[in-house]
């Protein structure tokens, strides 16, 4: 016993890290990424029609392969290894492939958090740190290239990190970080800026033997990011992309609001509450990146996702508190497995909504599927997965700015603007979601327009004949 007992405090501590781990690094990110709602979004089913026809042609696509109203027209698929990964995900095991990858992406995230954190500050600071993150994670947690981004997100950050405390720059094998995550989301561009700011401090007070090799990095850094499968185009399309016109019409990029997502304003309260009350002096490099990240959050609520993620690497580790000497062993990932497993065994069927409407699919008339059809927004993702060409879908920047502000001037029930669509593209049916209801019974109240199924996710109109046949003449 008395050999026992000086182990006794070791053991009980090491207890209480693994189960914190696999409670916070494998468990709540696994129930956050395996509910049914990361299906969610209309564009989840595009994705995977992309990385389908990849997979089929065996070539990344330079025209639109999928509309009608759009076909051959230049487009960049700048996120095509992410939609290869999610397209064969699908064909080998349908919605719980999909479930199964984003799952490993988020356990994969916040195992990295834990694993750097965990020298680097108190338990309770690393375990408010990852609840944080998973509040505003949340919301964003989708079957969409973004995910997979993420732990590449962390673990560059991490590298910068852990070269400025080392006092050299991360070694040069770190930009193949940089080559995958170039050709799988169009976020690649804050690699260079998180580079630079964390270099900045490393850089503040060192030699130039030192300067000389971050500026070494730096450049093999942009050389990496060159190495994208569309080339120059898919280094600029992101900025191609940020600058469109169109962009308020689309939620994710929305401006911030405590009415939209209220989690990402009291994290961040707490954030910065924590940082003034421990009197915590933040390096100015690091302050700019958070300042920078923080603005692009407030300005497009699609970047909080990316905020969150770099201040969960940068900020706990300047809080100070007492790190835990003991290190959760790492054999203790492989618990990851069976959930995994089990995820990819049991089915899963996406919940019926806009982006799953099932019931407005399955009612389509079959002398209509390959007839142009008007349909909302939303469902041209799930209209292109079930073969069938859209009017349009989630690739705003394919349509192009003048084409998707039209369209929703037709959403909003400009008959005008819908008359003139159905006379250039001989529209013969539409598809309209309830949220387009005044364009819905404008067109029913026409005469020339008969509805032939409903429900409550959306309405199918199909054009009466002798319109049909006027507007061809």
Not at 443 to 449: M, Q
């Amino acid at each position: 016993m008395e050999t026992a007992k000086p182990n006794e405090p070791t053991t009980s501590r090491s207890l209480v890290l693994d189960l914190l781990f696999i409670g916070l690094a494998l468990s709540l990110p696994f129930g956050l990424a395996t509910a049914r709602s990361i299906f969610r979004d209309g564009d989840v089913s595009w994705q995977i029609a992309a990385g389908q026809w990849i997979l089929q042609h065996g070539r990344i696509p330079t025209t639109d392969p999928f509309s009608y109203t759009a076909f051959g027209h230049r487009w960049v698929a700048m996120e095509w290894l992410a939609q290869i990964i999610y397209g064969g995900a699908f064909t080998i095991d349908g919605y719980a492939g999909l479930a199964t990858v984003v799952a490993a992406a988020v356990i994969t995230l916040f195992a990295l958090l834990y694993f750097y954190l965990q020298r680097r500050t108190s338990p309770i600071a690393l375990t408010v740190t990852l609840l944080m993150a998973a509040f505003v994670l949340g919301p964003f947690i989708l079957a969409r290239p973004h995910v997979l981004a993420w732990p590449l997100l962390a673990s560059w950050t991490i590298l910068m990190l852990r070269a400025e405390e080392a006092g050299r720059p991360p070694p040069l094998w770190a930009t193949l970080l940089l080559v995958v995550w170039t050709n799988l989301h169009a976020s690649f561009p804050l690699a260079i800026f998180i580079e630079a700011a964390i270099a900045f401090d490393a850089l503040a007070t060192t030699r130039w033997s030192t300067i000389r090799a971050w500026l070494v990095f730096g450049l093999a850094s942009v050389g990496a990011l060159m190495l994208n499968a569309n080339g120059v185009a898919g280094l600029l399309q992101p900025f191609e992309t940020s600058s469109l016109a169109m962009l308020p019409f689309i939620a994710e990029w929305h401006a911030s609001s405590t009415a939209s997502t209220p989690y990402f304003y009291a994290v961040l309260i707490i954030g910065i509450g924590a940082l003034l009350y421990f009197g915590t002096r933040v390096p100015i490099g690091r302050l700019a990146l958070l300042l920078v990240m923080m603005g692009l959050a407030f300005l497009h609520v699609r970047h909080q996702s990316f905020f969150i993620i770099v201040a969960a690497c940068v900020v706990p580790p300047l809080l100070g508190g007492r790190p835990q000497a003991a290190s959760v062993p790492r054999w203790l990932l492989a618990g990851a497995l069976p959930l995994l497993a089990y995820r990819a065994i049991v089915p899963v069927v996406p919940p019926e909504g806009p982006a799953n409407p099932r019931g407005l699919i399955a009612a389509i008339p079959a002398d209509l599927r390959n007839r142009p059809v008007l349909n909302e927004y939303t469902f041209g993702g799930p209209l292109i997965l079930a073969g069938i060409r859209p009017y349009i879908d989630g690739r705003g920047e394919l349509y192009g700015d003048a084409f998707v502000i039209n369209y929703m001037d037709i959403g909003d029930g400009d008959m005008r603007a819908f008359g003139e669509a159905v006379r250039r593209y001989d529209i013969r049916w539409t598809m309209l979601s309830r949220s387009q209801d005044k364009l819905i019974k404008s067109i029913e109240a026409s005469g020339e327009w008969r509805r032939v199924y409903a429900d409550k996710f959306g309405v199918i109109d199909v054009r009466q004949p002798a319109q049909a046949a006027r507007s061809s003449s």
